[in-house]
T-cell receptor, first 109, second 111 residues
Framework: SQQGEEDPQALSIQEGENATMNCSYK?????LQWYRQNSGRGLVHLIL?????REKHSGRLRVTLDTSKKSSSLLITASRAADTASYFC?????????FGAGTRLTVKP | DTAVSQTPKYLVTQMGNDKSIKCEQNLGHDTMYWYKQDSKKFLKIMFS???????INETVPNRFSPKSPDKAHLNLHINSLELGDSAVYFCASSSGIETQYFGPGTRLLVL
């Protein structure tokens, strides 16, 4: 069964704007991860947040985790055209990682 | 050096054929995975192996059989290919509960 659902499914913004993507999951987790996939390529890991963490930063990325609501958000600040890609959240629990359907982000120059 | 590699990159074949996809990782990871990504980009785990032993086997038809000759390799053999098997198949590896490293994908088209 699908675990983890992102919204929106697609997001289009102008360069320089911030992009926020949300993710929900269904069971308890050890950690939640965000991945990026450029068209025609494999997934690349962006950031991991553990179940006992609430917020994490990495460069222009900010991830939050609310385990009571079973949700996470990924914020990309000052977006660039090169950020255009699909972004997936993945919930990890006991050797089992489940991906959401992804958000397709388009950043217009 | 490529961390996780897959061959072939593209595979076009007829219905009913048998084909294999190979995956190798040089990261020293203990766990390897196979995922299927359909045309709607939904990524679904198929198998997970830890130190050559199967630990996850999702509801996948018996026509799909993973084989792990050693912990650096996890191959996927598919018998009697069907149209619905057309997808992109990704191999990945990890050292535990942390990051997974993905291969470039194998684009399978069944005609």
């Amino acid at each position: 069964s699908q675990q983890g659902e992102e919204d929106p499914q697609a997001l289009s913004i102008q360069e320089g704007e911030n992009a926020t993507m949300n993710c929900s999951y269904k069971t308890s987790i050890n950690n939640l991860q965000w991945y990026r996939q450029n068209s025609g390529r494999g997934l690349v890991h962006l950031i991991l947040i553990r179940s006992n963490e609430r917020e994490k930063h990495s460069g222009r990325l900010r991830v939050t985790l609310d385990t009571s609501k079973k949700s996470s958000s990924l914020l990309i600040t000052a977006s660039r055209a090169a950020d255009t890609a699909s972004y997936f959240c993945a919930s990890y629990n006991n050797n089992d990682m489940r991906f959401g359907a992804g958000t397709r982000l388009t950043v217009k120059p | 050096d490529t961390a996780v590699s897959q061959t072939p990159k593209y595979l076009v074949t007829q219905m009913g054929n048998d084909k294999s996809i190979k995956c190798e990782q040089n990261l020293g990871h203990d766990t390897m995975y196979w995922y299927k990504q359909d045309s709607k980009k939904f990524l679904k785990i198929m198998f997970s192996y830890n130190n050559k032993e199967l630990i996850i086997n999702e509801t996948v038809p018996n026509r799909f059989s993973p084989k792990s000759p050693d912990k650096a390799h996890l191959n996927l053999h598919i018998n009697s290919l069907e149209l619905g098997d057309s997808a992109v198949y990704f191999c990945a590896s990890s050292s535990g509960i942390e990051t997974q490293y993905f291969g470039p994908g194998t684009r399978l088209l069944v005609l």
